[in-house]
């Protein structure tokens, strides 16, 4: 049954309930100044895979299924269809490149979803790209069904991903969070992530400017830009950690 409230709408009513009224003024003022300027602001966070995980503590009887590799290409693709969200446009270049895909089940039926990858070059936004080394992992593209939300399925996704990665070598895993993002920066305290730096970005529309500052680090130590900067990009290189 198609819902009578349109879909915008309902994703306003979801970030309105899950974030708080602050967060969802500062969304809407986002999107109001869309035609002019667009901007972005993540927390940064490391997790050591070599010390003993956090446990998830999503409410309810899930359990999480791994898909990665050329074997698990059909069937993955027919889950996330199952999820009712669009089938990512580079989905193959994902598998191909080694990306692993957990899926999240109540009972038989897949309510969430999430990937990790391991290898550098996945933009952050604006042409900002990962940097990792090859024993380390980021997860990206979590998604859970409206329905389901407020489960803290998030954190299932999360454990279950880089659990994964650590029983294949891998060390580290790093990763980013909107800092309007309530409800995914309390998983990242409850879950022990250590907090390395806060990266903004800012675009100018029409011009080509992309203001771009990290607070705690400098950007380059997990982030390559653009060869040329911009004026504005030329600008925030010199500006004080304290803003």
């Known amino acids: ?20 009224l602050g967060h969802f003024v500062l969304l809407a003022l986002r999107e109001l100044l869309r035609p002019l300027m667009y901007w972005y602001a993540w927390n940064i966070y490391s997790t050591d ?9 999503a409410k309810g009887n899930f359990h999480v299924r791994i898909f990665a590799g050329d074997k698990d290409r059909t069937t993955a693709c027919e889950q996330l269809t199952l999820l009712g969200e669009p089938l990512p446009p580079n989905f193959d270049d994902r598998v191909d490149r080694g990306d692993a895909l957990a899926i999240v089940y109540s009972g038989t039926e897949p309510v969430a979803s999430g990937w990790m990858t391991f290898s550098s070059g996945m933009e952050l936004a604006y042409g900002i790209l990962w940097i990792l080394h090859p024993d380390e992992g980021t997860q990206y593209g979590a998604f859970v069904l409206p329905k389901w939300r407020g489960h803290g399925i998030f954190s299932l996704l999360n454990v279950a991903l880089n659990t994964y990665a650590r029983e294949r070598g891998v060390s580290r895993a790093v ?8 409800q995914s920066l309390s998983m990242a305290k409850r879950l022990g992530k250590k907090k390395i730096m806060t990266v903004i970005l800012l675009r100018v529309r029409g011009v080509g400017w992309t203001f771009q500052k990290a607070i705690g680090a400098p950007l380059s130590t997990r ?21």
Not at 223 to 243: C, E, H, N, T, W
Request: hydrophobic residues 45%; positive net charge; aromatic residues 10%.
């Open 49 to 57: 895979l070599q010390q003993p995980l956090a446990q998830p503590y």
């Open 223 to 243: 982030f390559r830009a653009p060869a040329k900067l911009g004026y504005a990009q030329a600008f925030s290189v010199g500006i004080s950690d304290k803003l």
């Open 175 to 182: 990763g980013s969070i909107s800092v309007l993002n309530t």
């Open 1 to 20: 049954m198609i819902s009578p409230v349109p879909r915008a709408w309902r994703r306003a009513l979801e970030i309105l309930r899950w974030r708080g």
